[in-house]
């Protein structure tokens, strides 16, 4: 018997040594396959972290340009704050500037796409605990529009600024933890400026907190100023955060006329001044005086750009004071680098 089965298997000899090396090499096949699975897997993972927790530089390429913007393609490297914004024709330096912020965008879907339906780079700032706020982003920044980030803030009195806000009697820990939460709702945005907060920004302490996670996250603000006493845009300027301020709202009376007469305002702040910025809010009266009033700017030669192109123009300033006064003073420093990484002017 046993001498049966021996000469068996040296009779298939040759067979059985395929078979024995097809297994091995299926192992083999299934190991690899395993490996490339799981490093994929640890790729993605580790790719949406960054997009997640954007810090100091980033190079991307630049979408295609929307239909009807002034979205200009073009290989970028920088802080998040530049990489993200609307890029804006080159002409545009000679003219008034009006940037036009909306706020509280989400929530009410309907009024949300009535704003990302207007044909104007607009800066649209999303409350971060709005649904479906990965859609309404991309949809916004595929009709030409910047984003920001609306970081709810505790205000003076009773009024809730919602959920994952920024209290004044929050623990550091607490404070980080909400506005990691607000930071990673969607992304693509330029910065962020308080919803609500005029409690929030005399803080110096949470301020402290908020602004160099912002920092380091490579963002820009706006002082959405709540509050006379807002120490938001003093203390991103100390902290080298590129920054403004804004300078009226539309719409505190929801009536047509009433925010035709503040754009006329914002009209003439741009003209004697260079820019002007307004923020607005996503009401049907808003986005009836905005259809009334942007088709009247070409003749009267001023545009509207998004917030970013704004700040960028203020530092390019700042950094070319610098470099003079480094020029005209023996051992001047004029280090100051673009996009408000050391520069430490107030407005």
Do not use: C
């Amino acid at each position: 018997m046993k001498r049966a089965r021996g000469t068996f298997l040296w009779r298939y000899r040759k067979e059985i040594i395929s078979l024995v090396y097809l297994l091995l090499l299926g192992v083999a096949f299934v190991a690899i396959w395993q490996f490339y699975h799981s490093y994929s897997k640890t790729r993605t993972d580790s790719l949406a972290f960054e997009e997640h927790h954007k810090v100091s530089t980033v190079t991307i390429m630049a979408g295609e340009k929307p239909a009807g913007t002034g979205y200009i393609p073009a290989r970028i490297t920088g802080k998040a704050w530049q990489v993200n914004a609307v890029r804006v024709a080159a002409n545009s330096d000679n003219k008034p500037q009006i940037a036009i912020i909306i706020d509280d965008l989400g929530v009410v879907r309907d009024k949300t796409l009535a704003m990302i339906n207007i044909a104007a780079p607009l800066t649209l700032s999303f409350l971060p605990y709005a649904p479906d706020l990965r859609n309404l982003t991309k949809l916004a920044r595929s009709h030409g529009h910047e984003l920001l980030v609306h970081l709810p803030m505790e205000p003076k009195g009773d009024v809730d600024p919602g959920p994952h806000a920024m209290l004044t009697n929050m623990s550091n820990r607490k404070i980080l933890q909400d506005l990691d939460f607000d930071l990673s709702r969607f992304t693509g945005y330029v910065g962020v400026n308080n919803h609500m907060g005029s409690a929030f920004t005399e803080d110096r302490q949470g301020l402290n907190i908020v602004l160099n996670e912002v920092h380091k996250r490579g963002l820009l603000v706006l002082d959405s100023l709540t509050t006379p006493n807002s120490l938001l845009a003093k203390m991103a300027t100390g902290k080298n955060i590129p920054n403004m301020t804004r300078n009226i709202f539309l719409d505190n009376k929801q009536n047509v006329t009433y925010i035709l007469k503040q754009l006329a305002k914002l009209e003439h702040m741009a003209r004697r001044r260079g820019h002007a910025i307004a923020i607005g809010h996503p009401y049907g009266e808003t986005v009836r005086a905005l259809s009334l009033w942007l088709p009247t700017l070409k003749q009267k030669g001023i545009i509207v750009v998004p917030l970013s192109y704004l700040v960028q123009r203020k530092y390019d300033r700042i950094l070319l004071a610098k470099r003079r006064a480094g020029q005209r003073e023996p051992g001047g420093a004029g280090s100051a680098t673009r996009g408000g990484a050391a520069l430490s002017a107030t407005r």
